[in-house]
């Protein structure tokens, strides 16, 4: 039986793969705005972009069809940011932001009521909250039709990309959603996000979908640098740094 000498032992610490990619999904749900009941199987429009793409949306079945809208009163533009703070620098390979856009005239005298397009904006802050650099910026059409009587439309917006980025630890990803609307005219609209919808219509049982943010993250290992990126000989790793009785292997062709 062959021994070793416990010195001549060279070492490569890994990275469990099957713990290094994960799937974070943010709701949009948590946001302490008023609700706007409604009746989804009254709905006058609904649209979705890119309906046939698929994704792993936070999903239950459901026939609940008293529903609601996020919103910021009667008449006013929607606008929020949400921020996350990541335990470690990670990098996010694919997002996809998904929601359910809703406008609803509860009371109409005169003109065109609508949300237009959907503007998002993603940022790194520091610590402090002041921006360091913008990520990307998106702008959505809803395709909507113009509200000239009572009812609720609603259009489902996806948002995604698949070009890496990264946030670095202590730092933020700020998320900003911003409505662009026609409100002309008199009347009583509440406009916003619906923490919860469906995409379909009527008031059968049917798949029920949470508004959120889908992230596939990478740690950035930035944490652990020493160890996995070969810069500390007492750590004893293959390569670099590591002597091998009496032969510095970081030196060898």
């Known amino acids: 039986m062959a021994k070793y000498n416990s010195l001549d032992t060279l070492t490569k610490p890994v990275y469990d793969i ?26 006058n429009e609904l649209l979705q972009e890119h309906s046939t793409d698929l994704e792993a949306y936070s999903r239950l079945v459901s026939d609940i069809d008293t529903l609601g809208i996020l919103n910021e009163g009667d008449g ?20 996809n932001l998904t929601f359910a856009v809703a406008l609803s005239v509860t009371a ?39 509200l000239g009587a009572t009812g609720t439309n609603v259009a489902i917006m996806h948002f995604e990309g698949n070009n890496p980025f990264k946030i670095t630890q202590g730092n933020y990803l700020r998320c900003e959603i911003i409505f662009n609307s026609t409100d002309s005219g008199t009347a009583t609209s509440f406009e916003g996000i619906m923490p919860y919808f469906y995409c379909q ?24 640098f020493p160890v996995f990126r070969d810069q500390s000989i007492q750590e004893g790793l293959d390569y ?8 510095d292997r970081s030196h060898s062709a």
């Open 18 to 43: 099957s713990s290094y990619g994960e799937d974070l999904f943010l709701p949009l749900t948590t946001d302490t705005l008023a609700l706007q009941a409604f009746t989804w199987s009254a709905t």
């Open 76 to 95: 006013n533009r929607f606008s929020r940011t949400y921020d996350f703070l990541t335990d470690m620098s990670a990098w996010a390979y694919k997002f």
């Open 108 to 146: 109409y005298t005169s003109g065109a009521h609508s949300v237009d397009s959907v503007t998002v904006n993603f940022y790194e802050l520091l610590p402090d909250k002041t921006q360091l650099r913008q990520i990307t910026t998106m702008q959505h059409d809803t395709e909507m039709s113009n």
């Open 201 to 224: 219509t009527g008031s059968l049982a049917k798949t029920m979908i949470e508004s959120g943010l889908e992230m596939h993250l990478h740690p950035a290992l930035d944490h652990a």
């Open 240 to 247: 670099d740094g590591v002597s091998k009785s009496g032969f």
